[in-house]
Nanobody, 121 residues
């Protein structure tokens, strides 16, 4: 089994910064693309940023220039550095990873349980 555990959420004032982490553990042979998604109350879950195993990144237009996604493949950990935070960034942030549990196995998508990010003065 594979577990993804997010951390680093909290309450921050507008203009502040947070760094989210997502640690993957369990039966892991390799991890492909990883991503952060978020879901605000009453809204659909949306992709925030993604990064491939080789480091190529993609960002939602709403976070470009403010958020930076990165990963440490040796630690099976995903990060999201969030700067210049706005009230509209308030949401539960979820980690997603495409994992191969053993060599030659299919790739499965796994999700963390999420971490709350609240931007308010």
């Amino acid at each position: 089994q594979v577990q993804l555990v997010e951390s680093g959420g909290g309450l921050v004032q507008p203009g502040g910064s947070l760094r989210l982490s997502c640690a993957a553990s369990g039966s892991i042979s390799s991890i492909g693309s990883m991503a952060w998604h978020r879901q605000a109350p009453g809204e659909q879950r949306e992709l925030v940023a993604s990064v491939t195993s080789s480091g190529s990144t993609n960002y939602a237009d709403s976070v470009k220039g403010r958020f930076t996604i990165s990963r440490d493949n040796a630690k099976n950990t995903l990060y999201l550095q969030m700067n210049s935070l706005k009230p509209e960034d308030t949401a539960v942030y979820y980690c997603n990873a495409f994992v191969r549990v053993y060599s030659g196995s299919p790739v499965y998508s796994y999700w963390g349980r999420g971490t709350q990010v609240t931007i308010s003065s």
